[in-house]
């Protein structure tokens, strides 16, 4: 019997024609004999305009739903889930070769990891591609460590949400992505990190596409009032946690 691993994926209608570039990066993934993947798109809306970029396949699942932006579509999308494993791909990005077979290496290898994350490279609007510096050491992530290098560093992580790999289990007791405006990941980061330990892949494993309509670059998200409200709700909610004591597994 198959074993599979759930990709998630948020669309909006702007970012709707991105999806056969992501389905390409999906269907060139290879995984271990017994193991296979699900894709579930969730449109963050109900439109007309994402349903003629979704691939015809049997792997692939689309749904909609009424607008709340990329976490609410996430969670939508987890009613749905049938696999042990989630894996983040947002509708802009690729994921690159390999991914998804370092990721399951890392948790099937250690039940104490929850969580896996990967280094990214910038894909830029001229198709070449972009590093930066400031990566963790390959390997375990220790609690704490991205939640304290984060509240160091004007609230950036060393490692990206947008390539986590989790636990399905670990992402449902967490309760998914946080109910915020934007950032939403980067909070289900940092509560993961504050109650589990993760993984590092040093080889690139996402290509995070950089265009004008992506949310991250539009004014509302660089908004000082509101980017401050959130990185205190991110971060008091992950200290609180950490407080708690509570720890995975369990």
Same mark, same amino acid.
């Given at each position: 019997m198959s074993r599979r691993i759930i990709i998630v994926t948020a669309v909006h209608a702007p970012s709707a024609h991105?999806?056969?570039?992501?389905?390409?990066?999906?269907?060139?993934?290879?995984? #271990?004999? @017994?193991?296979?993947?699900?894709?579930?798109?969730?449109?963050?809306?109900?439109?007309?305009?994402?349903?003629?970029?979704?691939p015809e396949d049997e792997r692939v699942s689309f749904r909609q739903g009424r607008p709340g932006g990329p976490g609410v579509a996430r969670?939508?999308?987890?009613?749905?889930? *049938?696999?042990?494993?989630?894996?983040?791909? *947002?509708?802009?990005?690729?994921?690159?070769? @390999?991914?998804?077979?370092? *990721?399951?290496?890392?948790l099937e290898?250690?039940?104490?990891i929850g969580w896996a994350t990967s280094r990214v490279l910038d894909f830029l609007p001229d198709g070449s591609t972009a590093g930066f510096?400031?990566?963790?050491?390959?390997?375990?992530i220790e609690r704490g460590e991205v939640l304290e290098y984060w509240k160091a560093n004007g609230f950036r992580a060393q490692v990206h949400p947008a390539t986590l790999f989790i636990r399905q289990d670990l992402l449902l007791a967490l309760g998914?992505?946080?109910?915020?405006?934007?950032?939403?990941?980067?909070?289900?980061?940092?509560?993961?990190?504050?109650?589990?330990?993760?993984?590092?892949?040093?080889e690139v494993g996402l290509l995070y596409r950089k265009w004008p309509g992506q949310a991250t670059s539009?004014?509302?998200?660089?908004?000082?009032?509101?980017?401050?409200?959130?990185?205190?709700?991110?971060?008091?909610?992950?200290?609180?946690?950490?407080?708690?004591?509570?720890?995975? #597994?369990a």
């Open positions: 991105f999806l056969p570039d992501a389905y390409k990066s999906i269907c060139e993934q290879e995984l #271990p004999d @017994g193991w296979e993947w699900h894709w579930l798109i969730q449109e963050d809306g109900k439109t007309g305009q994402v349903a003629p970029y979704v969670m939508m999308a987890l009613a749905h889930a *049938d696999g042990e494993y989630v894996k983040v791909l *947002d509708a802009d990005d690729q994921l690159a070769p @390999g991914a998804l077979a370092r *990721d399951l290496a890392a290898a250690d039940s104490t510096p400031g990566d963790p050491e390959a390997g375990p998914g992505w946080m109910a915020l405006p934007a950032s939403e990941d980067t909070g289900l980061l940092m509560a993961l990190n504050a109650t589990s330990r993760g993984w590092f892949s040093p539009q004014p509302s998200h660089t908004d000082a009032s509101e980017r401050d409200a959130r990185m205190a709700v991110v971060q008091a909610r992950a200290e609180k946690l950490a407080e708690l004591g509570w720890r995975y #597994p």
